[in-house]
Every structure is written in C-alpha cells, then in structure tokens.
C-alpha cells in the first residue's frame, strides 16, 4: 500500500539557518504530495502541494518539489524563524475520488533566537 | 469563508461509554474525512463521507462509525469506548470532486481531544 517516510525529529536550528525535511514516498500512480504544518493545540494547516512531476510547491517561502524519479518530495526554506516552530507532516493522496491522505510520522522543528 | 469546525473540542468519556462527535465542512466542500491522531501511531485515516455515502474507509474496527447529512455536515461515533481510542479525532473537508483528477486540498479542523478513563 502506499506509505509516506519522514525524516526523522525532532530538528532544532538557529533563526536564520537553512532548512531540510526529507520525504520520500512509496504509491501506485501518480499521487498528489502535501506537506501540512501543525501548531501546538491546533488541527493542520495546509502549508503547500503539488499535484505532477516537476511540479514545484511554495508557501510561506517553504518549498518543495515532485521529483518522481527519486518519488521525494523535500520540504526546505532558505533562513527559518522562531514562528517556524511546529511539527510538520508529509502526505500523499492517491487522487481519482481516493481523498485519503497517507501521512509521514511528523518532524518537529524547533528554531531557537 | 468559514473553516471547519469541530464540536466539541474537548471530550472526557469513562470506557464501555459512547461518542458523537460533530464537524461541519467548510461551505460548498462535499468530501469529509476523519482522522485519529495518536503519538504512538501518529495520523491514520478514519473514512470518508462524500454526498452523504462512505466512499473510503480506513483499518479500524466497526466500533467506530460515521454519517455525512444533507447538508454536508458529518459526525462521528465510537462506541463502547476503549482508553486506546484517547486520541485528537480530527475532520477535514475538499470539493470532493467526484471525477478522475488530483486531489482536491483537504482543510482540516482543530480537532476533538477525546480522553478516555
């Protein structure tokens, strides 16, 4: 069946510093790919996605691209803030009328001052 | 627009007891989805209801059922609680459009804290 690897956390970094979740998946198909951010206390927010090959998601100066070759979908952004801190989840969906999300474990990250 | 809700947000229930939870889907979405999330086994997929039928379930015992109304609203029942099932049930709600294509994003509610004793 489908299934969703995660790095694993929990991950601390500086502000400022750059940032790195893996995410490598396992599905039939071609799959939508997701990553979700949840904060303490709260339900998941949809951080961003991307639904073909190549194609490139970005939110919130997050990243992260469908490379089916390597069927990764790395989540990185360029210098982190305290308000990054959460934990964040990689996903997958097979589509077609299928709305089951496939989830990672969840890394949480943790940006100190 | 408003989001998902979730009602309620806190629950503490003793076992052998029973649940209904209540969410309401964003306006115009017609797909809700259930989640239970738990540390030990992070976030696993409940069912889904989409024009008022389950179109997907998940691997969870028959204790655990739901329904979708008319109006796109759902809830979500367990019955004869066990403490395993303490966890944050959460709801999310898509389009759900019912032809071949990409997923439809899916928004999700903060959630039911279900605590059982």
């Known amino acids: 069946g489908d299934s969703v690897t995660q790095m694993e956390g929990p991950v601390t970094l500086s502000e400022e510093a750059f940032l790195t979740i893996n995410c490598t998946y396992t599905a039939t198909g071609y799959p939508s790919l997701f990553w979700y951010v949840q904060y303490p206390g709260e339900g998941l927010q949809l951080l961003l996605k991307?639904?073909?090959?190549?194609d490139k998601g970005s939110n919130k100066g997050f990243e992260a691209t469908y490379r089916k070759e390597t069927t990764s979908f790395h989540l990185e952004k360029g210098s982190v803030q305290v308000s990054d801190s959460a934990v964040y989840f990689c996903?997958?969906?097979?589509?077609?009328?299928?709305?089951?999300?496939?989830f990672g474990t969840g890394t949480r990250l943790t940006i100190i001052p | 627009k408003a989001g998902v809700t979730q009602t309620p947000r806190y629950l503490i229930k003793t076992r052998g007891q029973q649940v209904t939870l209540s969410c309401s889907p964003i306006?115009?979405?017609?797909?809700v989805s259930w989640y239970q999330q738990t540390p030990g086994q992070g976030l696993q997929f409940l069912f889904e209801y989409f024009s008022e039928t389950q179109r997907n379930k998940g691997n969870f015992p028959g204790r655990f059922s739901g329904r979708q109304f008319s109006n796109s609203r759902s809830e979500m029942n367990v019955s004869t609680l066990e403490l395993g099932d303490s966890a944050l049930y959460l709801c999310?709600?898509?389009?759900?459009?019912?032809?071949?294509?990409?997923?439809?994003?899916?928004?999700f509610g903060p959630g039911t804290r279900l605590t059982v004793l």
């Open positions: 999310a709600s898509s389009l759900g459009r019912d032809s071949g294509g990409a997923t439809d994003t899916q928004y």
């Open positions: 996903a997958l969906s097979a589509g077609f009328g299928n709305e089951k999300l496939t």
């Open positions: 991307a639904t073909k090959a190549d």
């Open positions: 306006s115009g979405h017609r797909s």
